[in-house]
């Protein structure tokens, strides 16, 4: 059994910066890519960013020069640094990561999310 949870958002003025993190945890288990979601009331959910098992990584338009994603493989985490926000970025932040445990296929999993408030 695999548990992935999501970490680190909050109420921030407009300009500052936040940091989320995604941990995945239970069982014995290998992470292919992983992704940040973000989903607003009566909006569509938009990829944000995404990061694959090598590192190379991919951002939306709406956040490329402003958002970083990373990952640490030991850790089992992925992190996305959020910087020079905007309300516009106000949404709820959710982590998908593709997981195999041990003697099964690539599956997805999807954190419950945590909400990021960019107050102007």
């Known amino acids: 059994q695999v548990q992935v949870v999501e970490s680190g958002g909050g109420l921030v003025q407009a300009g500052g910066s936040l940091r989320l993190s995604c941990a995945a945890s239970?069982?014995?288990?290998?992470?292919?890519?992983m992704y940040w979601y973000r989903q607003a009331p009566g909006k569509q959910r938009e990829l944000v960013a995404s990061?694959?098992?090598?590192?190379?990584?991919n951002y939306a338009d709406s956040v490329k020069g402003r958002f970083t994603i990373s990952r640490d493989n030991a850790k089992n985490t992925v992190d996305l640094q959020m910087n020079s926000l905007k309300p516009e970025d106000t949404a709820v932040y959710l982590c998908?990561?593709?997981?195999?445990?041990?003697?099964?296929?690539?599956?997805?999993?999807w954190g419950q999310g945590t909400q990021v408030t960019v107050s102007s």
């Open positions: 998908k990561a593709e997981i195999a445990v041990v003697g099964t296929m690539w599956s997805v999993y």
């Open positions: 239970g069982s014995t288990f290998s992470i292919n890519s």
């Open positions: 990061i694959s098992k090598g590192g190379s990584t």
